[in-house]
């Protein structure tokens, strides 16, 4: 199976990777910055992981806005990085 993300996921990605821990996401930021989708299984679980905390972090924010153009904003988000966290987990039970 090749893995693959859209570029508004790989973007969302990319986001949430600079604002992790350079010593443990370095790698993964490298890749994704280069275009090179080529994981092993644990860069690929790491990633799940990271974007499964951001969802979660995500929905608190959206349960906590009252906005509804912030609100709408967020659910945007959150469906791009559904859709990644979708191909992620998808590449870890192919893997």
Do not use: S, W
């Not at 973007?11 to 992790?20: G, I, K, P, R, V």
């Not at 906005?67 to 945007?76: C, D, E, M, V, W």
């Amino acid at each position: 199976m090749q893995f693959h993300l859209e570029k508004d996921e790989l973007n969302l990605l990319a986001n949430f990777l600079l604002e992790e821990d350079p010593e443990k996401y370095g790698e993964i930021f490298d890749k994704v910055m280069a275009g090179n989708m080529r994981f092993d299984a644990g860069e690929l679980e790491d990633m799940g992981e990271l974007l499964t905390a951001k969802k979660l972090k995500l929905n608190q924010e959206i349960a906590a806005q009252t906005n509804p153009a912030r609100i709408a904003g967020l659910q945007k988000k959150l469906a791009i990085l559904e859709h990644a966290l979708e191909r992620v987990n998808e590449a870890c039970v192919m893997f």
